[in-house]
Structure formats: structure tokens, C-alpha cells
């Protein structure tokens, strides 16, 4: 799928984190010993995941989950791993509506016992569409699945977004309200412009990158509506299914109030993501999963608010996941598992549609 070797998602050594992970149980369950540490082959390049069972007689959970902030030596994908954050959002969600999201236990912010901050949840058990090689691509269990079933996966997918933003109260995730001026899209956009500079501190610069910020400006909505509490990385991917039903909600680190249709337009736009580079390398893909025009006509449906200015969402859907591109690609340079071509811009795996939506092309 890529020329480029697939980017190391961990500096870490499995068995030390093994060792420091059971000396620290037992400080908050006495007699408690982690077994079974693993670290997944589906681990991500930002928070790293940690899977364990407690050994205890009494053990509040079995079946553990651990999120590691990333190691700040290794090139970090993001500058900030906010893990009070995100274990206030978790608990927010799963306290104030009945998205299946993994019950919280412990939260550790010193980080000295593994290198960095982490939290601790129950594991669920279930099946996720993979990245690596994507779900749109054959032989996986979703591709393989049938339309009914796929619709029927769709469906409540769209139904999680729906619920978390009728169901959340604002007050109860007011902590997450981005710094900045203006309201809540302009400040979700003046972070992604911050992020975007550390992104290119000392590196080559994006022009196409840079000319998306521009044509957003010129796209800017009207009425942006009011904020959200949005899930920040709202993709199929990130959600475990017993069968083709979701059972838990995950990776929370982008979290952030903001309208409903930043959230949406991640959506949308992750799938084509996946849909234009498996049609890229001549494969069919699944065009009609997750089509833009079902998934606004059905949150509509679910919510009474019909998704608005959706070219605007959908472009800075692109840009934000060409700045994500952009920095796991620097990471590779880092490491030494790629070379900066001349142009950076084919840096970013997607450079091809999201200069297409710049020019205003991609949906014609």
C-alpha cells in the first residue's frame, strides 16, 4: 500500500514495561500482579495501549487496558498527551450518556513509574476494522461482511456520534474548551494552526497544507452553531464491535468542544481516506459504506439537526489528518525509514484529494 516501511509505533521495551507496570499495581491493589502484559500489534504512533489481566482475589477489573502517554523522546506524533484529560473525558461520557465506553479506574499523572502518564481501564472484548491493511481493503472481516450487515454497522456508528452530542451536557465538558478568542470553530482551527507550525518547526514547510488553511478561511460558515462535546477521533477504527454492533468507544486524546460537524466531517472524510487509496491501488474498496450523503441523512434523522456546510468540514477533516501525515512522515525521517523528497507535499499519503477538495474538484 505505501513504498515506505510502515513507521515504528513504539521506543519501548515490552518486558521493562511489564516489570514497572506489576511494582506499581501493587501500590494501588496490594498482592495485585499484572500477567499476560501485552503490547498490541494495532498499536497507534500517539498513546500507546497496554493490554493485562490482575491477578487478585479481588480484583476491581480482570481484563485491563493501560494508555500510555507516547515516550517525549521518540519524536512524539502530538506535542501534548494530556492523559488527565482524557480520563476526565471518558468519565464525563460514560457518566452523562449511554455510550459503551470503557469504565476508568485508575489514573497515574507522575510519571515516573512508566516513563510517562497513563490511565488504566477495563478491556473490552471484540473485533475493530483495521488500519493496517485497511478495512477497505479485501480480507478482512468487515469487507468480507455483507451490505445488511455493514448497513446495520453504519447505522449505529452514526448513532453513537448522534448520542454523545444530544447527551453530554455542555456543562460537564467545559473543561475541554480549547484556549484562544472567538468562538468555539475558530478556536478548534487557531489549535490546528498551532499544531500545524510545531508540525513544521525546523522542517520543510506544506504550501498545500498551508493553501487549505486558506481556502478554509475563504469557506468559513456563516453560522457555525453552537459547540459539542465532540469525540475528535470519530472513526470506525476506533470503536471495538461484538459482531457488528459497537461495545466500546476509544482514544479520546482529540477531544474538544466543538460543532457538531467537526466531528461529522472526521467521519466522512477518514473513510475516504482509506476508500481513495485502496481505489488508488486498484482495488473497488467499499463506496457505498459510509457514503457523505447517508451519514448526514441519517444523523439529521437522529437528531433533528441537519449537518450544515459540510465542503467546509470534510476539507478541514483533510487538512487536519494531512498535518497528522505530515508529522508521522517527519517521524519516519527521524528514524531513518524515509528521505525528504523534493516536494514535501507528497509527504502526506492523501496530498492528491486534498488538493482536489483546495480546488473545489473532489465531490464533483
Known sequence: MATAPRPRTTTRDPEDLARRLTAWLDTRLPGAKATGV???????????????????????????????????????????????????????????????????????????????????????????????????????????????????????????????????PLKEAEFLTLPGEGDALRRHFAAQRTYYDWVVGGVARSPLIEAAFDRLEEMWPHEPGPP????????????VYDGFAPVAVLDWEMAALAPREVDLGWTVYLHRFFQDLTEAFGQRGLPDFLRRDRIEARYAELTGHTPRDMDFYTLYAALRQAVVMLRVAY???????????????????????LRAMVQGSYWD
Open 228 to 239: 459539542v462535546l465532540n469525540w475528535g477521533d470519530a472513526r470506525i477504527g476506533n470503536i
Open 38 to 168: 501485552t503490547v498490541p500489534a494495532s498499536n497507534g504512533m500517539s498513546s500507546e495501549t497496554l493490554l493485562f489481566d490482575i491477578e487478585h482475589p479481588e480484583p476491581p477489573l480482570r481484563s485491563c487496558a493501560l494508555r500510555l502517554a507516547a515516550d517525549p523522546a521518540a519524536y512524539t506524533v502530538f506535542p501534548v498527551y494530556d492523559m488527565v484529560r482524557q480520563y476526565r473525558t471518558m468519565r464525563a461520557v460514560g457518566e452523562h450518556s449511554d455510550l459503551p465506553v470503557p469504565k476508568v479506574l485508575w489514573l497515574e499523572e507522575d510519571p515516573g513509574p512508566l516513563g510517562a502518564p497513563f490511565f488504566v481501564m477495563e478491556r473490552v472484548e471484540g473485533r475493530v476494522p483495521p488500519d493496517v491493511m485497511p478495512y477497505t481493503y479485501e480480507g478482512n472481516w468487515l469487507h468480507e461482511a455483507s451490505d445488511e450487515e455493514r448497513e446495520r454497522l453504519e447505522a449505529d456508528t452514526i448513532g453513537l456520534l448522534a448520542r454523545l452530542h444530544d447527551q453530554v
Open 331 to 353: 517521524r519516519q525521517v527521524h528514524f531513518g525509514e524515509v528521505v525528504v523528497p523534493p516536494d514535501p507535499d507528497t509527504l502526506i499519503l492523501h496530498h492528491g484529494s
